[in-house]
């Protein structure tokens, strides 16, 4: 019989292997998201392009989740799946050999599609080997606090380049892209052994690929999903808060990097924090149910962030991106633990494909609606905005919270 305490270090280890991979992927491609806005600004494209091309590239990363999560579903083969998807993120390196639009909105959307492809094979296989032993709360807020770890780091490359050269110019722009192959290779490799482990550990040998079933998810799912889809609807992206510190003057290239780099490295306390309080919630009650109470923070939270970054101090925007940061930990801690705990197992890549349908949908049309209202100059639209949407969410999360009680 298997030692309990050599399995659970076994899940620990995967999961924080798990994280290493994440970090590294995010020193890839969360440092291309920490200066689009600003090389995008300085080749002439205006804030309602970048909040059009981002949202259609946020969208089309989430909508296509549900595709590759339901074929993960019927076909088993997870790491495929993962191989492919972060295999794709050597487009971002690619962004630095051209500034041609039509070119640079393709690499955008590719790397959106890489992530689409891996997020519910990982999410799934991250998810199964710990629900049993650690809880979901804990591995997402483990992984996510590693991987922002990477998402911290990776704008330093860039917040160097731009403090070294001191003229935030395009090519150092160009040169900070191209220097982000070096953690992408170190990705690819770190992979292969992550996936060699995984196996040798024999992790997977107690989730035997089942038929692909057709029974209904539950309701408190799509509950779940609308109240996800109404609280993502008001965040303001740091494509638009970005695009507005770059537009006004009020911080400089290497200072805003290094600005969403704290707020990364928030994002990964907080996502610890918030992953421990969510796992503390469902096991003092005994219910999977019990910690989606945790939630109520994010539209609290969010509905805060327009007024805080969008307007002239600077101050009131370093403590805007703290936020921001705190909400990001929530997103990727809490929502994805939540996602594990209401869905069976052979119906999780599917349902983790759903739910991030309807996050990028609302990544979509908050990125482009914000961005086309900054470019008016109603940013007291978007703050009003912000309040309807995320009161709207509140209402969800009562429903939500009420058939948890159910259960």
Known sequence: MPNPRSKRSSVILVI?????????????????RSANSQYF??????????????GIGEFIGYFLRLIAGVLSDKSGRHWLFIFLGYGLLIVVPLIGLTFDWPILISLILVERIGKSLRNPAKDTI????????VGTGFAFGLQEALDQLGAFVGPLIFTLVFFIFKNNSLVEYQLSYRLLVIPYLALMVFLF??????????????????EFRSERLPKIFWVYTAFTFFCTLGFVSFGII?????????????NITLLYAGAMAIDAGAALVFGKAYDNRNQKSGSKTAGLTVLA?????TLLLPFLTLGSS????????MLFGLIMGAHEAIMRSAIADITPYYKRGTSFGMFNTGYGL???IGAALMGWLYDLGLVSVIIVFACLVEAIAIVFFVWMSRIAEKK
């Not at 923070?297 to 939270?301: E, G, T, Y």
């Open 314 to 321: 600077i101050w009131m925007i370093v403590i805007g991106m």
């Open 242 to 254: 970005g695009y507005h510190l770059k537009a006004t003057n009020l911080l400089s290239d290497g």
């Open 362 to 364: 609302a990544l979509l």
């Open 126 to 133: 991250l998810s199964g080997v710990a629900e049993d032993q």
């Open 16 to 32: 924080v292997l798990f994280g290493i991979i994440a970090m590294l992927g995010d020193m890839v491609y969360e440092s291309a």
């Open 297 to 301: 923070v994010i539209p609290a939270m």
């Open 41 to 54: 600004n300085l080749i002439g494209i205006s804030a309602a392009q970048v909040g059009l091309v981002f």
């Open 193 to 210: 052994f992550v996936y060699r482990r995984f196996k040798r550990e024999g992790l997977d040998e107690n989730k035997k690929i089942r």
